[in-house]
């Protein structure tokens, strides 16, 4: 029995710039931090000679070549695997499509299991850009590296991603003092909307594959927000950073209609009446998980309850992807 557990990921600044059709042309920049809240892949021998994979469907397949699920077969191909005498399940703590970036750990979670069932090491790097190669290569997801980078690596972290397509990442130097005030007042809640991030990332994507100089202004700016974050945040000055979440989410909505609605905007002017000093959408928007820095997070805590919205707690994962049982 392997099983392999990849983290979740907030995005703290700089989120948009890490796709293929903007960071070719004017370089990306982000800063993410990996939550603990994990997808996980466990993989064990049978003795039936064909596939087995369960996730939110169950597959009983001859090979790999015949799966539906494009990111299971892809990573099996990739590696060499053909399947038969083997069963894969997937779990996770928090649903898909609710912005934390779920399709990126499960690529890399799954990754990581198939390499440990070859007696394969891989180092987080080489695991990121698999996953990437796999979403955005292959399969042509119009979506970015953050996730699958953050998975692997874990921590808070920026990334610089390079026009010739190469990423550098940078743990960020944080005090013990910052890093435990910024876990306790970062704030997490479900706005109880799931949604399929690619019709509006898809959007983006064409916006910068056709140099619309709006879109470019747009994502200029919030790549210099995502470099300010860092800054106050390795300066320890979370107040500031607190406002920057608030003008990244302003700039943010700027990118498409389908970014907020009616409720979601009701809820974060809501929290700005009660303790939050600044918060914004996690994900490429329409609904997932508000974060929010809070001055005040009993009275948060109390309006937000009060609202219906539920707040999952969370610490800081440092380990990345990882194998937990072989």
Partial sequence: MIIARSPLRISLGGGGTDLPSYYQKHGGFLVAAAIDKYVYITLHQTFVPELIVKYSKLERVASAADLEHPILREALRLLGIEGA?????????????????????????????????????????????????????????PIGKQDQYIAAFGGITSFDFRPDGGVVAHPLRLSSETLYNLEDNLL???????????????????????????????????????????QALEAGDLSRFADLLGAQWARKKQRSGAMSNDAIDGWYRLALANGARGGKLIGAGGGGFLLFYADDKARLRRAMTAAGLREVRFRFDFEGTKVVVQ
């Fill in 188 to 230: 997490l809640y479900f706005t109880g909307y799931s949604r399929s991030a690619s019709a509006i990332l898809k959007d983006q994507d064409d916006a910068s594959r056709r140099q619309d100089a709006a879109m470019a202004e747009n994502l200029d700016a919030i790549k210099d927000l995502g470099r300010q974050s860092e």
């Fill in 85 to 141: 005498y083997l069963e894969l399940t997937s779990m996770a703590d928090i649903p898909a499509g609710t912005g934390l970036g779920s399709s990126g750990s499960f690529t890399t979670a799954l990754l990581k299991a198939l390499h440990a069932h070859k007696k394969g090491l891989i180092q987080p790097r080489e695991l990121a850009e698999q996953a990437c190669h796999i979403e955005i290569d292959v399969l042509q997801e």
